[in-house]
């Protein structure tokens, strides 16, 4: 695959985490679920697995924040299996904010494998760890 390629890959990757965590953050479940191709599913530890859009708008309606909060995604490193396959490895702090200001709650580590479906890349899995 050429340089240009991947680049191209990797831009259209880090766009997707990022809409997705724009869209967590402030609540948007069904921009959330948009982001998932059908069969999508999302992995977390201590749960059984969350496959498909209906699963995963229930689930996302559920987590819906109730107060300020932010995902901040770094260190994402993108691997290309070809043009319309890709996977990426993010580390993940989740921050809150109470009455003291923003506290930082949980530190993660996202494994995700992406799928470009009409020329749109989107999730096919994300495999969320805790850090503790």
């Known amino acids: 695959m050429s340089e240009s390629t991947q680049a191209w890959v990797a831009a259209g990757v880090r766009a997707v985490i990022g809409a997705h965590t724009h869209a967590q953050d402030a609540g948007r479940t069904d921009d959330i679920v948009a982001l ?7 992995e977390l530890p201590g749960t059984d697995p969350v496959q498909g859009h209906d699963a995963l708008r229930e689930a996302f309606k559920g987590w819906a924040p109730t107060q300020p909060q932010l995902h901040m995604v770094t260190n994402t490193i993108v691997g290309s ?3 319309d396959e890709a996977t990426a490895s993010s580390d993940v702090l989740f921050f809150q904010r109470g009455e003291a200001g923003w506290a930082p709650l949980v ?5 995700d494998t992406f799928r470009r479906v009409d020329g ?3 999730f096919q899995r994300r495999v969320t760890t805790y850090q503790v």
């Not at 998932?36 to 999302?42: A, E, K, M, R, S």
């Not at 530190?107 to 494994?111: L, S, V």
């Open 107 to 111: 530190a993660g580590h996202y494994e």
């Open 36 to 42: 998932y191709t059908p069969d999508g599913v999302l």
């Open 81 to 83: 299996a070809g043009p």
């Open 120 to 122: 749109n890349w989107m």
